[in-house]
């Protein structure tokens, strides 16, 4: 089999046809075409002796959707008694990786001197049947032996309703639109409600909550509708696929998972490891990713953030080149090297020695359990919308969604629906349950009422109406509501509350600024603390760090500084960017350095000296050359790669 013969027949259809070659149309079943975004084939080369090669010849991921999708096959050598098997396998990601949605195979040999064109059709009762034997495909819902194909002429049209292929009753699913509203809206069979009265939908199928399995759970004839593998973080890129990034905020987009944002003092240094994997807290990595403490210096929070520090002071530890109060940093909690365990979509804390999390704005631990983190996402979850207790009650006729933890309702008209009353037919309509067909009131039967007041009261977010001698009772959204944590608007600068009049209210708390993370709450003062707290910004003033320009300073720290803002330091002390350098020390762009050691902004250490006002070098060692330290002696010429 020769490689890289796949093709569209856009781009055959101006060269001749090979003397010997198969054309093979691969074609889906709308429910497999909905849930498609890559197509993967697969071929296998079989020799005259009988044996299929065990590897595939070809693996080709193929973005998009687009059915029918053609594929060029060539024998190797034109040799025209070769046989070959060909797998097509439908996928919910765009790269062709995950579980397939559904899988078809064939096996067929050449003609010589003639093109032979076959179907394969990805079937909707084979969706989540793998059919894991090779020697096997998929047909009505089981996996058979692939049988002998049929050849088709294209020009009498695509076989696609001729019944010819092994459970196929002769045509696509007639189920689907054959009771469509305006041919438009996809319903179930005619006489669903007979099945419905029975407890059951088309085929035998009985109504369940949609879970995301590659499974019509509820019997509305979609698959997984209540899922966007391009967007959901339990199930990004696939159903059972869920995006986490350790030390971060996690992203799904296009279905795939990357990082929204990482916590606040880790960095992704590498590019590699998932998530942040990086303490930006560290020598090698002080206050941003590759920024290393040379020449001795330690690592340590300044007022601007972590900087590089001749030595620790005001009680802190040096572990390992930190300088970190080990009460509360996460990494050294207890004691040096002590890290509290990294959590799910939250943010490690130490207090007191005692390591603990909390979550990410927007995620829940629900489960209570610690080793899996914060693992609900609040803000697109239907059954923890916008907290852990919240669900977002099910309504007839339209299907719940949540976004930004609100819960919100849209029109689902290709549900079935019941009044429960046994003279109706009833259909979804505009996002109310209607009647098709009424004995009772509209045909000539005994109405149901004479005015709005016969109808029953079905509580304050429903309109209660009589038209045309029939109840019908439409469901009212917010900003209706019956209990205040319908109304959270995920503000944590707001009171929810439901008023007497059941309608929402979301009142503003004075002086309140909302926040997800430290840098919404940047008031460019420093002498502040920057936090967010519970979704809530707080600027507490940092001890020591004074508006000396308008108040001024007093002993034990007389001297006013203003390079950084106000700030008072100690008699002799020199000003340095929000820190008092000792005397003698100076101002190394916002480090203090011993009189000499100042090199860009770091310090060069005892036996170091700065080389081009950038890099420190080792005296006696290392030379300065360009920029960089150069061994003395001679320089590495280095490694090259073979070509």
Not at 23 to 31: I, M, Y
Not at 434 to 450: A, F, Q, Y
Request: aromatic share 4%; hydrophobic share 30%; net charge negative.
């Amino acid at each position: 089999m020769r490689r890289r013969w796949l093709a569209a027949a856009l781009l055959l259809a101006g060269c001749a046809p090979a003397p010997t070659q198969v054309f093979v149309h691969v074609d889906a079943e709308p429910g497999v075409r909905a849930m498609t975004r890559s197509i993967g084939i697969r071929i296998w080369g079989r020799a005259r002796d009988g044996v299929y090669a065990e590897e595939p010849d070809e693996i080709e991921p193929v973005a998009g959707s687009q059915y029918v999708w053609r594929v060029s096959l060539h024998p190797l050598a034109n040799d025209s008694t070769r046989f070959f098997r060909l797998e097509a396998g439908a996928y919910s990601t765009a790269n062709g990786e995950g579980t397939q949605v559904a899988v078809a195979r064939l096996q067929s040999g050449y003609a010589a001197g003639q093109t032979l064109h076959l179907y394969l059709l990805l079937q909707d009762s084979c969706i989540g049947r793998p059919c894991v034997d090779l020697d096997t495909t998929c047909a009505g819902a089981a996996c058979i032996p692939i049988p002998e194909p049929v050849p088709f002429d294209p020009d009498a049209g695509l076989p696609r309703d001729a019944g010819t292929l092994p459970g196929d009753d002769g045509g696509m699913d007639a189920a689907v639109g054959d009771a469509g509203v305006d041919g438009a809206t996809p319903l179930l069979d005619a006489g669903v409600d007979a099945a419905r009265d029975a407890g059951v939908f088309g085929d035998g199928c009985v109504p369940a909550a949609e879970e995301c399995n590659l499974m019509d759970d509820d019997c509305d004839e979609r698959v997984d509708e209540d899922f966007d593998t391009d967007t959901d973080l339990a199930h990004c890129g696939g159903c059972g696929m869920p995006c986490e990034q350790p030390r971060a905020t996690p992203r799904c987009a296009g279905g795939v998972c990357s990082i929204a944002s990482c916590n606040a003092g880790f960095g992704d240094c590498d590019g590699v490891v998932p998530g942040c994997e990086t303490p930006l807290t560290t020598i090698l990595n002080c206050g941003m990713c590759g920024r290393a403490c040379t020449g001795g210096l330690l690592c340590a929070m300044q007022p601007g953030g972590f900087n590089c520090v001749s030595s620790c002071t005001g009680g802190l530890t040096d572990c390992g080149g930190s300088c970190v109060d080990t009460d509360t940093d996460a990494m050294h909690c207890g004691g040096c090297d002590s890290a509290c365990p990294a959590r799910t979509n939250a943010v490690e804390t130490c207090a007191s020695g005692t390591c603990g999390f909390t979550c990410l704005p927007g995620f829940g631990d629900c489960d209570g359990l610690p080793g899996n983190g914060c693992e609900r996402d609040l803000r697109t979850n239907v059954s923890t919308c916008g907290s852990c207790t919240r669900s977002c009650a099910s309504r007839e006729c339209q299907r719940a969604s949540c976004m930004a933890g609100v819960c919100s309702y849209a029109p689902d008209d290709a549900r079935p629906c019941d009044d429960g009353r046994p003279c109706t037919m009833n259909a979804c309509m505009s996002g109310v349950c209607e009647i098709v067909s009424d004995t009772c009131g509209m045909d000539g039967g005994t109405p149901e009422c004479m005015g709005d007041t016969d109808c029953p009261d079905m509580g304050p977010c429903s309109a209660d109406q009589c038209l045309g001698g029939t109840c019908f009772h439409t469901a009212l959204g917010p900003p209706c509501c019956t209990s205040a944590t319908e109304c959270d608007d995920l503000d944590a600068c707001t009171i929810d509350s439901c008023d007497t009049s059941n309608m929402c209210q979301n009142t503003a708390i004075g002086g309140c600024t909302s926040c997800f993370g430290p840098g919404d709450c940047f008031d460019a003062e420093p002498c502040t603390q920057d936090l967010c707290l519970a979704g809530r910004c707080s600027n507490p003033v940092i001890p020591g760090c004074g508006m000396c320009g308008m108040i001024g300073c007093s002993a034990p720290s007389p001297t006013c500084c203003s390079d950084s803002g106000d700030y008072c330091c100690p008699s002799g002390a020199g000003c340095c960017m929000g820190s008092c350098c000792a005397g003698g020390d100076s101002c190394c762009g916002g480090t203090c350095c011993p009189s000499g050691s100042c090199c860009g902004s770091s310090c060069c250490g005892p036996g170091f000296s700065c080389c081009d006002g950038t890099t420190c070098c080792r005296d006696g060692f290392e030379m300065c050359m360009a920029g960089a330290c150069v061994p003395i002696g001679g320089t590495d010429a280095g490694t090259g790669f073979d070509a």
